[in-house]
């Protein structure tokens, strides 16, 4: 009770709201909007197009002489896609179950939403540790959250009382059930070396003994780090090719399947709602990207900047601790930081898109067999692996 | 009974392991990508910007318009053989006597109204040949545009806006043209 009553209270209360208004609508927000627009520009240059090139800022409705479209050309078009769905009719057919219809795009966008409270995104930023919700069970509160994700797309199929969603949201649970295993165990081989399931640990650990998949990134050559770097790479393929799954990506997209299910558990989705879908996707792509680069890639640490509490780096700069400059300082070391952690997220996104726009959707049976039969398998082996190197080495 | 056993291919270990064949496909995938930052692909035209106006041949057919010989006066005198053979019925004219007191009294008659309707016209170019006087000519205009049907049926003073001057005797049975 003590603690309610206490300005300590009041501080962690009111830096944790202005973190999530900054994470979810200040950096995570805008990026899925311009994602769908990276992936539609993206395409269309792999596909030797041009992609929608057109729609600038109308800035001369507002007085100015000429409208504005920046270097690349339809950097509007996020935001006219935007208004288009929210003035589009949002019908509901006679023949879904209104309730489960109602909550199933809200299930599919919060979860991926919710999940980003436990990413590390920078270091610290003017003494507040850059993370929404600092929990030692980071990662399980990850995936645990981010699986109610697949109730949307579920719920979604069943509701909506027609053939092809359903096949889309049956297809979503299996998938879900033979890739989060695989998930689950790949990322054990990371918490084993860390020594951590607390993800800002994972990445301070990172930042001491160099990143898991680039272990010289910290300038200390070691002969434990280089065999656990085997281990660690294939913890990395699995567990990207498992997250592909569970973002319903390509090769991946079964529940979606344009081809052959019309739309898969969105059919019968309009306006807003399916747009809830549509961000869901994304928003789950920048959880997804984020975890793998907290896990893999050593989160906000860049080699040679210092932390946001302006230590280490390759600079030579030192200040008078508490003097005016020092504050400065490391309040730019740390917005450089989460630029560097954003930077990271961006270029998964790039490799997301890059994928979906090479390979072909899996056949349905090829997705249960790799899921159950080989990665499940390779990452139990892996564990057994990492323990093994440990238990010589340490 | 033909029957044909496809023989399965025996793939090797690092075909089976899918990934190899996964870089290699995204290798091309991304060399297209650089091409086109690179700007080495073609790609199709930007219309509005580029226009085909350069590209058109001497012999394309676009809007049909009407033409003043180098005088300034109207070649055309409402004898309406473009409205009879014109097969949509895209034309419609109204002739008028020319007024005695006019320099080009002695023509007798020329067109009141005269009125092409572009949503009916379909670009045949049969008014241009029919014409004893070569007054009617297809320019290469092609994008007719309006936000009415009013607006798209193109009045006289609208077709020698298009049509402009045609000096000379105008060879119209030019193979090309």
């Not at chain 1, 309610?4 to 950096?27: E, M, Q, R, Y």
């Not at chain 1, 299910?261 to 807003?272: F, P």
């Not at chain 1, 005016?324 to 450089?336: E, K, Q, R, T």
Request: charged fraction near 15%; include cysteine.
């Amino acid at each position: 009770m003590d603690f309610l009553t206490s300005p300590d209270f009041w501080i962690l209360t009111g830096s944790s709201l202005a973190k999530t208004l900054f994470i979810i609508f200040a950096v995570v927000l805008p990026m899925v909007s311009y994602t769908v627009y990276a992936e539609r520009r993206v395409s269309a240059l792999i596909q030797d197009r041009l992609g929608p090139n057109r729609t600038g800022f109308p800035i001369s409705l507002l007085g100015a002489k000429k409208d504005w479209s920046p270097f690349l050309g339809g950097l509007g078009q996020p935001i006219a896609d935007a208004v288009k769905f929210l003035l589009k009719e949002d019908f509901v057919p006679a023949h879904v179950n209104k309730f489960y219809f109602w909550i199933a795009p809200a299930l599919s966008m919060m979860p991926a939403l919710i999940t980003l409270a436990a990413i590390p995104f920078g270091s610290t930023f003017l003494g507040f540790p850059m993370v929404v919700a600092n929990i030692n069970v980071g990662i399980l509160f990850m995936f645990a959250i981010s699986s109610v994700s697949v109730y949307g797309i579920v719920l979604a199929g069943w509701s909506s009382n027609s053939k092809y969603p359903f096949l889309g949201g049956i297809r979503s649970s299996s998938q879900m059930i033979s890739y989060e295993l695989g998930m689950g165990l790949s990322a054990v081989p990371v918490l084993l070396i860390a020594g951590s399931t607390s993800l800002p640990k994972i990445v301070e650990y990172q930042v001491q003994n160099g990143w898991m998949l680039l272990p010289y990134s910290n300038g200390h050559f070691g002969w434990a780090k280089t065999l656990l770097w085997i281990p660690v790479v294939i913890a990395f393929v699995t567990f990207t090719i498992s997250m592909f799954a569970e973002t319903n990506r390509l090769p991946f997209d079964l529940p979606e399947s344009e081809t052959e299910l019309v739309a898969g558990y969105h059919t019968e989705y309009s306006s807003m709602k399916f747009a809830l879908f549509f961000l869901g996707e994304y928003t789950a792509m920048i959880a997804g990207s984020a975890l793998i680069v907290v896990l893999f890639l050593g989160g906000y640490h860049f080699p040679g900047i210092p932390n946001g509490a302006g230590e280490g780096g390759l600079l030579p700069f030192h200040f008078a601790p508490g003097s005016g400059s020092a504050m400065i300082y490391s309040a730019i070391c740390g917005l450089v930081n989460i630029t560097v952690f954003f930077g990271k997220v961006a270029a998964l996104l790039f490799v997301f898109i890059w994928i979906r726009w090479t390979l072909p959707r899996f056949r349905y049976d090829q997705l249960m067999k790799l899921g159950w039969l080989y990665l499940f398998e390779i990452a139990l082996v892996n564990i057994f692996l990492t323990a093994g190197i440990l238990a010589f080495t340490h | 009974m033909a029957t044909y056993v496809v023989p399965r291919p025996n793939l090797t270990w690092k075909e089976k392991m899918y990934l190899p064949s996964i870089f290699a496909g995204m290798m091309i995938t991304i060399n297209h990508l650089k091409r086109m930052l690179k700007g080495e692909t073609k790609v199709v035209m930007q219309y509005p910007e580029e226009k085909w106006d350069a590209h058109m041949p001497e012999h394309y057919r676009g809007a049909p318009t009407l033409v003043k010989d180098d005088h300034g006066r109207e070649r055309c005198v409402a004898c309406q053989l473009c409205e009879f053979i014109c097969p949509p019925r895209a034309i419609t004219i109204k002739p008028e006597e020319i007024p005695a007191e006019s320099k080009f009294a002695k023509v007798e008659k020329r067109p009141k109204e005269f009125e092409i309707d572009m949503i009916r016209c379909i670009y045949c170019g049969l008014c241009e040949e029919v014409c004893p006087e070569q007054a009617i000519f297809l320019r290469k205009d092609y994008a007719i545009t309006g936000t009415s049907r009013a607006e798209m049926k193109h009045d006289k003073a609208k077709l020698y806006e298009l049509g402009g001057v045609m000096d000379g005797l105008v060879n119209k049975w030019n193979p090309l043209k």
